[in-house]
């Protein structure tokens, strides 16, 4: 946590809060470099049968089958599966200090990790794979929770421009892109959570075979949240670029 204490939160805070087209800040240079590197290379070496297919994960819950919303997206959120190194980063951002900081950054009290990393965990999309604009599901199944804050950790060392993979923040009108964020090495994305959070990374990855898109992503929670953002619960919603439903 000495790493975290650097940063000037009100700042943060400061840039949260005016972001558009929804609350959001870029951290670059997170945590420890030769910590990152570590982790990132522990991920990469891991037994292929250990991910699961995220598209057949939620893709039946959404009752949508023959969208094309995610494709060649993998994740892990098994706790015991989990390498050494990357099992210490899950702990680090479940911890009351990463939370404390986390509130003081968005303005948001009273966060919660979701003990079941329900949709988070290790992401790695492969070649050609991409994820397609969404607001994510509002509120946990099992917890019956409101989903408030995601915090996007990403492990891509020798990230280049032409392999694609920005975090792409749309307006709500799903007219146009408003940021793209390059998802390279120890950069953490940490943004609000509402129906109007539309965001995905919808252009093909096209890093080489052997060099998945990679990243840690943690979701929290609050008992409740202000009426106005208020919804029926749902699953991922999914958009077409142009302002089209999938």
């Not at 972001?19 to 891991?46: G, H, S, W």
């Not at 190194?85 to 919660?112: D, G």
Request: negative net charge.
């Amino acid at each position: 946590m000495d790493n975290i204490s650097k940063f000037n939160v009100n700042e943060l805070q400061n840039s949260f809060l005016n972001a558009q087209p929804f609350n959001y800040v870029v951290i670059d240079n997170f945590l420890d470099t030769c910590l990152i590197k570590e982790i990132e290379l522990e991920i990469r070496l891991m037994d292929p049968n250990n991910w699961f297919d995220k598209k057949t994960l939620f893709g039946h819950i959404n009752n949508q089958p023959d969208c094309d919303t995610q494709s060649k997206k993998v994740a892990l959120n098994i706790r015991e599966q989990f390498p050494e190194k990357t099992k210490t980063i899950i702990e680090l951002f479940e911890s009351k200090e990463m939370i404390n900081f986390i509130e003081n950054v968005t303005n948001i009290k009273e966060l919660q990790p979701d003990p079941y990393l329900l949709g988070g965990g290790i992401h790695k999309t492969t070649s050609n794979g991409h994820l397609s604009i969404h607001c994510d599901f509002n509120i946990h199944p099992h917890t019956n929770k409101h989903r408030r804050v995601n915090a996007l950790l990403y492990l891509n060392s020798n990230w280049k421009p032409e392999y694609n993979g920005e975090l792409e923040l749309w307006n709500k009108d799903m007219q146009s892109c408003a940021k793209k964020i390059e998802p390279i090495s120890n950069r953490l994305v940490i943004f609000r959570i509402t129906d109007e959070s539309l965001h995905g990374s919808p252009e093909k990855w096209l890093g080489p075979e052997n060099y998945s898109r990679l990243s840690l992503a943690f979701y929290y929670y609050t008992d409740d949240r202000p009426e106005e953002e208020k919804s029926d619960f749902h699953w991922a919603l999914w958009f077409k670029r142009f302002n089209t439903f999938y």
